[in-house]
């Protein structure tokens, strides 16, 4: 059984409590129960982490290139959070680690501050998912599993 990672970057952990107004009510830990849900549906284990600094992010993107090349892991979900709009560093990890990789947000960027419109992440993602709220993961998940389909 392969895994899905699903990434969280900076100020997730807030959830519930930062702008529910945007983001919802729902905490991170409702997101990770409905990622369990979600990979248990589609044949995956779930990997699910949150961190507020960018290099643990790398190395996770690292670690799971390699994951994906051994045929342990079939992908990555990434809510980057502000990192999708200023790191370079995240678009060249996922990059050079070829990982398969789906990028999530909760709101619908494009509807919200223009610096919210650009996204360092999307060039190298295979899909990108926005404006759902947490049922956008589940989407995701679902998404990564139509990708990594072998027919």
């Known amino acids: 059984m392969k895994?899905?990672?699903?990434?969280?970057g900076p100020n997730l952990n807030l959830l519930g409590m930062r702008e529910p107004a945007v983001y919802g009510s729902q905490t991170l830990a409702d997101v990770e129960a409905l990622c369990l849900?979600?990979?248990a549906a589609h044949g995956f284990k779930l990997d699910?982490?949150?961190s507020n600094h960018e290099g643990i992010l790398i190395e996770a993107i690292h670690d799971a290139g390699r994951a994906e090349a051994a045929g342990t892991l079939a992908g990555v979900v990434l809510n980057a959070g502000?990192?999708?709009h200023t790191s370079v560093a995240l678009h060249d990890a996922i990059k050079g680690s070829g990982v398969t990789l789906i990028e999530?947000?909760?709101?619908?960027?494009?509807a919200r501050?223009?610096?919210r419109h650009h996204s360092y992440i999307s060039p190298v993602a295979k899909a990108v998912v926005a404006g759902f709220g947490i049922k956008g993961y589940a989407l995701a998940i679902?998404?990564?599993?139509?990708l990594t389909q072998t027919v």
Do not use: D, M, P
């Open 82 to 84: 502000a990192y999708t």
């Open 37 to 39: 849900k979600a990979c």
């Open 104 to 110: 999530l947000h909760i709101s619908n960027v494009h």
């Open 3 to 8: 895994t899905a990672l699903v990434l969280n």
């Open 113 to 115: 501050e223009a610096f």
């Open 142 to 146: 679902a998404g990564l599993a139509e």
């Open 48 to 50: 699910f982490r949150q």
